[in-house]
Nanobody, 115 residues
Framework: QVQLVESGGGLVQAGGSLRLSCAAS????????MGWIRQAPGRQRELVAR???????NYADSVKGRFTISRDNALNTVYLQMNSLKPEDTAVYYC?????????WGQGTQVTVSS
């Protein structure tokens, strides 16, 4: 049973920072890639950042230069460091993991950025 547990969301003022964590119940070497997807009310779901097993990363244009995805293989954890946060970053952030033809999802963590 694969479980992804996010933490680190919360309320922050514009310009502030947050770090999200995603702890997997199995070795993250099992996954082809892991990432963060966000969903805001009234907006389309957006892939924010993704990291492959080999460490390659890609980001949505809206977060490039502000967000950084990283992984700690020993802790089976993926992180999303979010700096210079903007009100439009407000959303529920979901950790995802891809293995074969299956995408696993965490329960989501709320990030709210006040202006």
């Amino acid at each position: 049973q694969v479980q992804l547990v996010e933490s680190g969301g919360g309320l922050v003022q514009a310009g502030g920072s947050l770090r999200l964590s995603c702890a997997a119940s199995i070795s993250i070497f099992s996954f082809n890639a892991m990432g963060w997807i966000r969903q805001a009310p009234g907006r389309q779901r957006e892939l924010v950042a993704r990291i492959t097993g080999g460490g390659s990363t890609n980001y949505a244009d809206s977060v490039k230069g502000r967000f950084t995805i990283s992984r700690d293989n020993a802790l089976n954890t993926v992180y999303l460091q979010m700096n210079s946060l903007k009100p439009e970053d407000t959303a529920v952030y979901y950790c995802t993991a891809d293995r074969a033809m299956t995408k696993y999802w965490g329960q989501g963590t709320q990030v709210t950025v006040s202006s």
